[in-house]
């Protein structure tokens, strides 16, 4: 029979204490229960325990071995149980996170950083894995909150309005549009579209800007990193559209101008997603972003914000 977490207990407490008789009182049992606890301790294992020398319990080898391991694994218990009451409490000590695009890290990271100075005890973790399929790996319980732009007909998904954006095209000034003030998505007929190189039912221009019209625009190219995308547009070989905040860290290249839609043809909705119900500690990190996403977004030329690949 093997070892049951009672009997390392029964040990661990026996040792600390130095006596039967203290341990039984720690342990709220009779001595004469305590005695036959562990002797039936040492008969199932057929192996000591304890040697007795003139009333004194001396650890054996195997006791030593035991006492050793009753150390290890009651404090992980200790610790598993604390966490379990902070979670129950809505006080979660890690926060493991993503968002669908990838353009989000460049202001994600600061806001952990922010978020971290306040509550150096919560360890945030973004899952850059995740981005590709978030909703995917929310539901396997990989990650508990998910950035994202779209809800979805999930009844086991929660979403929670996040944040709105702003999606402008980003040109040269020598380009023909340059003098706009507002633009219409008629106004991009005879233009190059420069996007990201992702799934095409993942871009959001596409498929939210464009409603998967490409007839509106006279071409697109793809291209990968953000860096080339802004000197293909600096050079006037295409336009773009980003979120204004995505945009902001290069508008001091002099050749570049943002012109925004009419209306709110670039309004784009975030939310959190999240399986159970939001807790203290998430709420707690979601009012950073939004703050900070409200600071990001009044910085004229961005220069504390790295960006970084998308």
Known sequence: MGISLRNLKLVNVIVKEGSVTK??????LSQPALSHQLKK???????????RLNKKLILTETGQVIFKTSEKLLASIDLLN???DEIKKGKKKKIRLTTECYTCYHWLPKVVQEFRKDNPEINVQINIEATKEPL???IKGKIDMAIVSNTANNPSIHFEPLITDEMVVILSKENDL???KHLELSDLKNQNLILYDIPEEKNYVLTNILQNNISLVNSIQKVQLTEAIIELVSANLGISVMAKWAVTPFLQNKQLKIIPFEANQGQRDWFIASLNKISETESLFIEQIKRDFK????IKHGNDWKYRKS
């Open 295 to 298: 600071q990001l977004k009044n």
């Open 23 to 28: 341990a039984s009182e720690k342990l709220f």
């Open 41 to 51: 301790l040492e008969e199932e294992i057929g192996l000591k325990v304890f040697n």
């Open 136 to 138: 995917q790996y929310l």
């Open 82 to 84: 604390s966490e379990l």
């Open 178 to 180: 340059g003098d706009s």
